[in-house]
């Protein structure tokens, strides 16, 4: 049977008197794309330092392409590439001299070295750009250059801290379909993310952090779905919420709505409202769905 390319079972880690992870268990298939939420302090870019053995683990496991971080790091490191959350590129040095440098670190002759330069330009939509100096480059551009560094030998398991922290929303979404090629191409991404919608577009599961343990974990639908079904929602012409009215999601279920409202006469303007990964996030970490209470932890864990 083959390992996963992630197992994580009971970590924990703290700093001075401050646990930030604690009993932490999850696995990640290989080739999936596994998003891992939760808020500032949350434990998501210590999670990453640990299994790409940057950090020792207090107590627990984890292994990465079958390798256990604490006992076999060089063989980790072997399979995994990092992009964290800043740019780590030489601003004094071209494209291609920053790609043909990382080359010949991992070994590779300069021939291979410059071979490889030019697919991976090209492959990240930077061939035009590959002789200028990367400080002239615009931050959606250093980011594509940073994930072309991580690809100068194809790793297992990609790792992605807040790739897009900063980015405008066109070069966010260029990097989305960067990321969606890579893992159809059979790589793992593991990615932490402030963006939610970044985790509903990317993500073939989702984990959310609270209090140092994974309190949510499931695709985007399944998570969506445990907060509940849609809402009717009345508001005024302010924009003030005046009534919501909980409904199954069907035809039916929004028609009785609707006529729940004219039977009180109700005046106002109706929307319906779905479900979001941001309701699930105020779920697990505030115990809140927008201006609703939200079903207990347990129920969404």
Known sequence: MTAPAIDVRGLRKAFGSHTVIDG???TVSRGEVF????PNGAGKTTTINILTTLTAPDAGSASVGGFDVASAPVEVRRRISLTGQSAAVDDALSAVENVVMFARLAGLS???SRRRADDLLAS????DAAGRRVATFS???RRRLDLALSFVVTPEVLFLDEPTTGLDTRSRRDLWDI???LASAGTT???TTQYLEEADQLA???AVLHDGRVAALGTAAELKARIGGDTVELHDAQGVLLQEIATDGSVAGLRRALDDLDQQGAEGIVTLRRPTLDDVFLAVTTGTVGARTAAPLKEIA
Request: no cysteine; proline share 0%; glycine share 20%.
């Open 24 to 26: 932490l268990d999850l």
């Open 35 to 38: 998003a891992l939420l939760g």
């Open 110 to 112: 300069g021939r291979a």
């Open 124 to 127: 990240f939509g930077l061939t």
């Open 139 to 141: 931050g959606g551009m």
């Open 179 to 181: 990321i969606r090629s």
């Open 189 to 191: 991404v593991f990615l």
């Open 204 to 206: 073939d599961r989702i």
